[in-house]
């Protein structure tokens, strides 16, 4: 291979992302494609995030990062994405070039048509989904997730606070890949790092925008301060 590169690899959950599972086998694949010749990486983006999560804030940064340098996005596994309508939509139409490790034959149109079979597959699935909670709610069956504290009634005060805690601590570690990677961009101020996040349309754990405050209560979370 030839050229300049940007590669995204993505993983679904958190753990998979710390232990690296997945991702070491997409870094390899992306190794192996480019084995040989006249080619230059030059950055990898890695998305620890759900396929149900339209919120893609490294893919957003790959195709922008191809975008200014005229680097070829080079995908390690389009397989795990083939039912990803929104990544599909978004590299097809961000005009950037792009290359697949495990499907080298890839190209726009075959994008194209996995985008809109994916489309299919995510409305025929919401489609089952509402079908069967109708018919369960037919039959009587209590529906719906409890909401704020309401489901930490009656387990006692100790063991709620430690809940809320536990639940608090796992929403910032969500972030902390995020967080580390502005500070060693040099990134260090609060006001500096919540202008990032907010740019990369990364939100607050309870969506909002993000403010100095609330990037200094994150960075104490995680013990980065």
Known sequence: MEGKFVSYLRVSTERQGRSGLGIEAQRKAVEDYLNGGQWELLEEYVEVESGKNDDRPELKQALEHC?????TLLIAKLDR???DAYFLLGLQRSGVRF????????NELTVGIMAL?????????????????AAAKARG?????????????GIGN?????????????RAERLRGQITKLL???ITSANGIA??????????????QWYAASVQRLMKRLELT
């Open 67 to 71: 975008d200014l340098t005229g680097a």
């Open 81 to 83: 994405l083939s039912r």
């Open 99 to 106: 290359v697949c490790a495990d499907m080298p034959e890839a």
């Open 117 to 133: 079979m994916a489309q299919e597959e995510r409305k025929r699935i919401s489609e089952r989904t509402k079908a069967a909670l």
């Open 141 to 153: 069956v209590k529906l719906g997730n409890p909401k704020g504290a309401e489901h930490l009634r």
């Open 158 to 170: 100790d063991p709620a606070v430690k809940k809320i805690k536990a639940n608090a601590n796992h």
């Open 184 to 186: 060693k961009q040099g």
């Open 195 to 208: 202008t990032e996040l907010n740019r990369n349309s990364i939100r607050t754990p309870r969506g909002g």
